[in-house]
């Protein structure tokens, strides 16, 4: 078996070290035709590149339950006396409720845009009333609600049993596609409840209504020979679609931003695994590719062309720093968010010297989801040079490469190498910083919880590198108070048995019988028992602490090839 394992491993250190020069349909190690005999659907026929599926089979969506009243007893409050609200207004009323305990409940922008979507739920007779939110007092709808939570956790063994069984049945029910005569998991299968818009970031549109999700808002897509799902008693679908061209299964516009939700496969379907298999075989070919990409823009950078010296610098910070491009927006579009491509003047700050070096470059933008991506870092002389240059006589609204948009880019990436885009780099760039820190922190003689918080050290650079934050959890402090109270009662108890050891130690020399020694053995497993545990809760400590505003799952999920993290 120890032989059988060390090939594997051999095998697949062979595989990460391979760089590929051909497209994956030549046979690349892991593609289709590398695994003759290894039964499995990989090896079912390729269709042509449009075609996702012949028959595809589901029950739909999982629509959030209705909402239920408040209880009698629970009220809310304007001015210091109760008031009963109409049910679309008290809906409402406890999505704030709910979150009065969050520091959302706190911002100018989460409160204005909550309570203009507020008083549109109201009826005319409540508008009159109530106008101003300081005078809203939702303390006892809150209370309703912590109490509801806290009842859950304490449920006994059989509740929670039965609870787990529902869900089960919800997942088998509706978790579940039928997928060219395969049973396959589905990703997302429930529609998001109503609430409150929080978005990431300073969003402007947090604190907006997010409406209930209803059948005739949904677009089904299945095949027409399957059985079409079902809508909910007393609805209809918006429409019922046949296109085998697309991956999803139900779509829908949510209210917040105009943008297309949908059903989608969950990621270890085999649609999903081809399509990101696909996307990790492009960006292994680019290592292939990087060194001859690397040297022509750094060319351009003289180039005669302001264009070309535009697109050679954007590159540059793509490449170096993991920069999204940056799509084009419509104008009308509230969040302020921008990419590579789209910098203005006001997005960068030029430094001849900072931080002990030469030519700094200090950017400051919203990004995607609105997140703030703040960075200073020094770059190479011809780029800081052309920094210059580009934002010379421009105002601080100006765009910063006024002559490049992410299509030109991304359609002269392609001409370098096929299917390459700047997405590819953040993959490509991902990976390898993933595979050079798990080289410089791990050992092969470290415990398991040591391999682990290293791996999360890891991962966690490749966050950084692509800027996946996440704002700290509420219960954070109270959740480390817990850890820290573990530890030091694991603490203790280490200490203990450690004192019993030294005492079985002194009976074993004294009597040197059989029994004796069998005592100080227990003891002495018991000992290396308590020790590994706390080693684990140290690492759980140490590991929350440093990821508390990173997010690890986007990276992990998207951007790291699972080939390196196997190796």
């Known amino acids: 078996m120890r032989v059988v394992r060390l090939l594997r491993l051999r095998a697949a250190l062979t595989l990460l ?44 969506p999982y629509f959030a339950p209705p909402y239920e009243p408040l209880p009698d007893g629970v009220c809310f409050f304007y001015d210091g006396k109760p008031m009963r609200l109409s049910v679309k207004a008290e809906e409402v009323a406890t999505f704030y409720g709910r979150m009065l305990d969050h520091e959302y409940t706190t911002k100018e ?67 579940y596609c039928i997928l ?25 549109k947090m604190g907006m209504l997010k409406r209930r999700v209803m059948p005739e808002d949904v677009v089904i897509n299945c095949s027409r020979d399957s059985k079409i799902p079902k809508p909910p008693a007393g609805h209809q679908w918006k429409e019922v679609r046949s296109d085998n061209t697309v991956t999803w299964l139900a779509a829908w516009t949510e209210s917040i931003q105009n943008s297309i939700k949908y059903v989608m496969l969950n990621p270890c379907s085999k649609l999903k695994g081809e399509k990101a298999w696909q996307k990790f075989e492009t960006a292994r070919r680019l290592r292939g590719f990087v060194d001859e990409i690397r040297s022509q823009y750094q060319a351009d950078w003289k180039s005669q062309e302001m264009k070309t010296r535009q697109r050679a610098v954007a590159l540059y910070f793509i490449d170096k720093l993991a920069l999204r491009a940056g799509n084009e927006k419509d104008d009308g579009e509230a969040a302020d968010t921008v990419g590579c491509c789209s910098l203005r003047v006001e997005h960068v700050q030029l430094h001849p010297e900072a931080d002990g070096c030469q030519h700094v470059v200090e950017f400051d933008f919203l990004g995607k989801d609105s997140i703030r991506y703040y960075n200073r870092v020094p770059v190479e002389k011809p780029v800081y040079k052309n920094l210059q240059l580009f934002m010379k006589n421009k105002d601080p609204q100006d765009d910063l490469f006024d002559r490049l948009t992410t299509t030109s880019l991304n359609k ?36 398991i919880a040591a ?37 030091q009662v694991k603490k203790e108890q280490v200490a203990e048995a450690r004192a019993e050891l030294r005492k079985a130690r002194a009976e074993h020399k004294a009597q040197g019988d059989g029994k004796s020694r069998s005592v100080l053995e227990k003891k002495r497993r018991l000992l ?31 951007y790291l090839d699972p080939r390196i993290s196997i190796a």
Not at 528 to 553: G, I, M, P, R
Request: positive net charge; glycine residues 4%.
């Open 451 to 487: 391999k682990i918080l290293s791996y999360n050290r890891a991962n966690r650079a490749v966050a950084i590198l692509c800027n996946h934050q996440r704002a700290t959890s509420s219960t954070f402090e109270k959740s480390m108070q817990n850890l820290q109270t573990k530890i």
């Open 412 to 447: 002269h990436l392609h001409e370098l190498m096929d299917g390459l885009t700047a997405k590819v780099f953040r993959t490509y760039n991902a990976s390898v910083t993933l595979q050079e820190q798990l080289r410089a922190l791990t050992r092969a003689e470290d415990s």
């Open 17 to 60: 070290r391979e760089v590929p020069r051909r497209p994956a349909s030549r046979g690349v190690p892991g593609s289709r035709r590398t695994q003759k005999g290894s039964g499995t659907r990989w090896e079912e026929e390729k269709r042509e590149d449009r075609v996702k599926w012949r028959q595809l089979e589901h029950k739909g």
């Open 180 to 204: 060219d005569g395969h049973r396959e998991k589905i990703g997302n299968f429930k529609t998001e409840p109503p609430g409150l818009f929080r978005g990431r970031g300073d969003h402007p």
């Open 528 to 558: 290396e028992k308590l020790q590994e545990q706390l080693a684990w809760l140290s690492v759980q400590a140490t590991d929350k602490e440093e990821n508390k505003q990173v997010a690890l799952s986007t990276s992990k999920l998207n």
């Open 109 to 175: 922008v989460f409160r204005k845009n909550f309570f203009n979507d507020w008083r549109k739920e109201m009826t005319v007779e409540e508008r009159e009333v109530i106008k101003s939110l300081d005078k809203c007092d939702f303390t006892e709808i809150h209370r309703y609600f912590v109490d509801k939570a806290a009842a859950r956790k304490v449920l006994t063994r059989e509740e929670k049993q039965k609870l787990k069984e529902e869900a089960e049945k919800l997942q088998q029910e509706f978790g």
